[in-house]
């Protein structure tokens, strides 16, 4: 799929209500403080195959695709056998559920393996590291929406192992 | 499982970080909102298997069980074909992702099918009624959670066919 945009034509086409340039300005220019954040992307009603939004790949053994609401954010991640996510932080709330595989995560100086059918609910600002211990899909729900995934400034997943 | 809380004794002993009683008092009476709600539900690490969390018996044809976090709710929603969802609506504002299965929706003059792999966000306040297809495993995300599930109010959901 192209590299453009987060989501395809055809994502687009499904979309019910209107103002998406002005949605998507809003985000990339929000700074997204917790707390602080204004609600300067409006809530829509949106109807998206994840087949038809964007599968970026971040690295050789992870690609990830995402739908932004108003405050939260709902991303499908694909981790290969052998994936590290390095140690990062964010403000952003996260629920994370593994679909598929497990992910072993050094957290709170412990580590933890989350299998298929379990859930990792993951305070804003606590650093964690995973990685990968089969082919994996992940659900991460974040609150707010990362606006680093959003904006592509999430340097520590791109072109790493 | 038993009826009386939202997580078995597995689930508890899960948890990695502590005071649960001072959290379910705080959400339980929440008002909770939309953009004044406090921060009352301190957020945490926790590790939980579903197969440990009450699937709650609705109806006969509705099952959901879920995940609180701090300002977002995870919930795991099980329907067998033919179960309706009578016309609601919350100030929450709601991502649904269909693992199995289809909806149909009734919303915003609308009709839509949700099948699986397939989103819908819907933005908070914005009325609508589901009908199963087929028999349905649907994950829905909140924010903020959604109190009338946690206090068990949710009148229009229990008892239905």
């Keep these: 799929m192209g590299k453009g ?29 917790r707390q602080t954040r204004p609600s300067a992307v409006k809530a829509e009603l949106k109807h998206i195959p994840w087949s038809s939004i964007e599968l970026e790949d971040l690295n050789p053994l992870l690609q990830r695709q995402f739908v932004v609401g108003q405050d939260v954010m709902l991303a499908r991640v694909l981790l290969k056998k052998g994936c590290i996510v390095p140690e990062h932080s964010h ?48 659900l991460d729900v974040f609150n707010p929406p ?11 997943l791109r072109g790493g192992k």
């Design 5 to 33: 945009g987060l989501m395809t034509k055809a994502a687009k086409a499904k979309r019910v209500t209107k103002n998406p340039a002005k949605r998507n300005a809003a985000e990339k220019n929000s700074p997204t403080p």
């Design 91 to 138: 403000h952003n709330e996260q629920i994370t559920y593994i679909l598929e595989g497990a992910l072993k995560f050094w957290i709170d100086g412990k580590e933890l393996v989350v299998n298929a059918g379990e859930v990792l609910t993951i305070p804003p600002h606590m650093p964690h590291k995973a990685e990968a211990l089969e082919d994996t899909v992940d």
């Design 146 to 156: 990362r606006a680093d995934w959003i904006n592509k400034t999430d340097k520590y």
